[in-house]
Structures are given as structure tokens and as C-alpha cells.
């Protein structure tokens, strides 16, 4: 599956309108467009961070579907949104142990790697770090989003409440100092979100 990432920062007193939208007009317009296979959000309300994710079938997909939602995407963030990124990945690991649900807690690791080493990211991810982070209490989803032609990369891992978020910390980051090793990259960026809204479809 391919992946288009859009990450919003702004005023945290303004979140929920900009949660509203994803969630509603934002939702809409993905639902009835060819390939689209589910999406996500995630905030942060203490610091005004907004994490949204649309995931897609193929490549052609997601860049038909951007056509459509470019001129829209400000618009309906607003007027939360003081800056706005949108990435896109593909994604090469997508392992779902159970549904996360709304108030959960994502950990978002950012990566970057030689993209000659893609290969040995995937492999390592599905062989080490998968294996390790499994025996964690409460984790629903974890997936890895690359972007071969930059080297850079998301970790996504969800858990299912807070408190499975929290007290995984210590053995995610022996597995990630574990991963990161093995595959050679650096790590770049660590955050921590709420889950607002999730419904990927990885079958």
C-alpha cells in the first residue's frame, strides 16, 4: 500500500476544529475515491500537532486522489493549521494484531537510511523489531512507511489506551537501539500521539 502523510501544527486551543474536519469533510472526499483503503488521525493536543494519514492500493491512487484534495487540505484545517507538510510513503510492513481505537496512543519514530539499505530496513524490521515489540502489552498495529528515494522513513507503532503507550516505552526503545543497529539507520525524530480516528484496511 502507499501512504500520504500530512502533518499540521498550530494553535493547541484550535485542534478540535481542525480534528472535525479531518474527520468529516476530510473523510468524504477520501471515501469515494478509486483505490482508497482507510484513515487515520492523531493529535497532540499539548503541543497543537495533527497527524493524518490516507492509505491507498497502489501509487496511481494516491497521486489521482491528491489532485482532488490539494486545493481542500488548507481550507479545511484552517484555522488551526500554521504549517503544514504532506510526505509520501510506501508502505512495507503493515502488521495489525487488533483494531486500535479512538484515545489510544501511537509512537511515531522517524528515520533516515542510504536507500540502498531499504531492503535491509524491511527485513530487519519484520525479523527483529516485530518479534520484540509483539510481547509488548496493549500494542494493536505496527506498521513502516519508506521513502525510498529520500532514505527517510516513518515507524508507526499503536497501542490500545495510554497507559499500554506508557509503559511500553523502555521495551520499544531496547528494540528500536536493536533495529536501528542492524538496519543502519538513524533515528530522527520520536513523538507520541492520541488516536482520534483509525480504519485502515491492510487485507
Known amino acids: 500500500m502507499f501512504v500520504r502523510a500530512i502533518y499540521a501544527t498550530g494553535d493547541p486551543t484550535k485542534i478540535d476544529t481542525a480534528i472535525r474536519a479531518m474527520n468529516t469533510e476530510g473523510r468524504d472526499l477520501l471515501e469515494d475515491r478509486p483505490g482508497y483503503r482507510g484513515a487515520s488521525v492523531f493529535v497532540d493536543r499539548t503541543l497543537g500537532k495533527l497527524l ?10 494516491r497521486r489521482n486522489s491528491d489532485e482532488v484534495l490539494r486545493e481542500r487540505r488548507a481550507a479545511m484545517l484552517d484555522p488551526f493549521a500554521g504549517t503544514l507538510a504532506v510526505d509520501n510513503y510506501e508502505a512495507l510492513v503493515f502488521h495489525q494484531i487488533q483494531q486500535p481505537q479512538p484515545g489510544g496512543g ?33 500494542l494493536a498495529r505496527a506498521v513502516l512507511l519508506v521513502d525510498r528515494e529520500r532514505g527517510r522513513g516513518l515507524v508507526g507503532n499503536t497501542f490500545v489506551d495510554q497507559a499500554s503507550l506508557a509503559a511500553s516505552r523502555a521495551g520499544q526503545a531496547a528494540a528500536r537501539h536493536e533495529g536501528a543497529a542492524k538496519a543502519h539507520v538513524t533515528v530522527t525524530g520520536l513523538e507520541e500521539f492520541e488516536v482520534v480516528h483509525t480504519d485502515v484496511r491492510g487485507d
Open 106 to 138: 501511537l509512537r511515531l519514530t522517524r528515520l533516515e537510511f542510504d536507500p540502498m539499505d531499504t531492503d535491509l530496513l524491511a527485513d530487519t524490521f519484520r525479523t527483529t523489531v516485530i518479534p520484540k515489540i509483539e510481547t509488548l502489552s496493549g
Open 52 to 61: 493524518a494519514a490516507s492509505w491507498w492500493e497502489t501509487e496511481e491512487a
